[in-house]
């Protein structure tokens, strides 16, 4: 799994709901859309989680552009104030979105199966 955020904390806070699932394992944590790219590329995860809103290229674009580089990782964007739009998550490529605060263990494992099961 591969967590891009371009907060520290956040980052932190992914690691530690990584961490607690069972059956996850994290691949590695980028602070920007640009270096997900690369990371996708280089690491090839099953899963991303993006925030929707970093400097630079945005969760959305980023989305986009991990979907187009590596169809086979699934994406789940995040968000942190605003709400994730779901057309354009939608448009995007992502398989779902969530608020950051709602992203548990539990969560994450719910969403993983709902996300690959269709």
Known sequence: MLSVDDDE???????A??????????VGEVASGE???E????????LAIVDVEMPGLDGYETCQRLVAARPRTIVILLSDGAPV???AAEAAGAA????????TPSA??????????G
């Not at 709901?17 to 994290?26: K, L, M």
């Not at 994450?108 to 099961?117: A, H, K, P, T």
């Open 96 to 103: 779902t979105h969530t608020p950051k605060a709602e992203l």
């Open 17 to 26: 709901v990584i961490a607690a699932a069972p059956g996850f394992t994290s």
């Open 85 to 87: 739009s779901a057309p």
């Open 39 to 46: 990371a996708v590329i280089e690491l090839d995860p099953d």
């Open 108 to 117: 994450l494992q719910g969403l993983w199966r709902e996300c690959r099961q």
């Open 9 to 15: 904390a956040a980052r932190r806070a992914a690691r």
């Open 35 to 37: 270096e997900a790219i």
